[in-house]
Each structure stands twice: as structure tokens, then as C-alpha cells.
């Protein structure tokens, strides 16, 4: 092998292994941030919302985090959903108003049947 065919396989093996640990540390980045986004939405919402479900989109957009929670809200008896916009830059949630069944209707995987549901638990 020349040198220069050498320098060329040792430059695509770094290349490659620092995109893929680049890629890694993304992802784990990427679940750090959908966590975080869970955690101040959830936060944010608790008042009116005691028991969310949420869905965070993955990426959000270039300088906010989204996030949809739905659930039964404080002294409702009727499914309701809210929005929330976390800030990337400040690190802070903030929640919409109450959307109601009659405007939106959200069913997400794995719901139990309200029917069938515990009170107090979340499915």
C-alpha cells in the first residue's frame, strides 16, 4: 500500500468515526431535549391538567421545542388538549388555552378506555 493510499484509508476511517460519534451524541441529544420539553410542558400544564399524556415532536422547530399534552382536566369530565411552546434559547414552557373535544379530538396510541381507566392513574 503507498502512502498516499494509506493517508486516504486513515483519513475516511477518522472521518467516519467522528460522523458516527457525532450522530450518537445528536441522538442522545435529541432525547435529552424531547425529555426536557416532556418535563416543562408537563410542568406547565399541571394545574389544569393533572394527569397528561403528551407528544412531543422531535425536533421542534429552529428556536421552539412543541409539545401537544391531552387528558381529563381538573374538574372536567370530557377529554381536552393543550399546546405548548418550549423556548430552546431560555429553556422555558409556555401553554396555550384549553382546546376542547369539540375542536379537536387527539387519540393517541395505547389510551385505555376512559370507561375502564382508574381514577387518579394514567394509562
Known amino acids: 500500500m503507498t502512502g498516499k493510499t494509506a493517508a486516504t484509508i486513515a483519513a475516511f476511517t ?3 468515526f467522528l460522523a ?3 450522530l450518537a451524541s445528536s441522538d442522545d441529544a435529541w432525547k435529552q431535549f424531547s425529555a426536557d420539553v416532556e418535563a416543562k410542558c408537563k410542568a406547565a400544564v399541571v394545574d389544569q391538567l393533572p394527569h397528561p399524556r403528551i407528544v412531543v415532536d422531535p425536533t421542534g422547530s429552529e428556536h421552539y421545542g412543541l409539545a401537544l ?3 381529563i382536566p381538573k374538574g ?3 377529554q381536552a388538549s393543550f399546546l405548548c411552546v ?3 434559547q431560555a429553556k422555558t414552557a409556555e401553554i396555550g388555552s384549553e382546546i376542547g373535544a369539540d375542536k379537536m379530538k387527539v387519540l393517541l396510541p395505547g389510551k385505555a378506555n376512559p370507561g375502564k381507566a ?3 392513574k394514567t394509562p
Open 14 to 16: 477518522a472521518t467516519a
Open 76 to 78: 372536567g369530565k370530557t
Open 20 to 22: 458516527g460519534s457525532a
Open 69 to 71: 399534552l391531552t387528558g
Open 118 to 120: 382508574k381514577a387518579g
Open 86 to 88: 418550549y423556548d430552546k
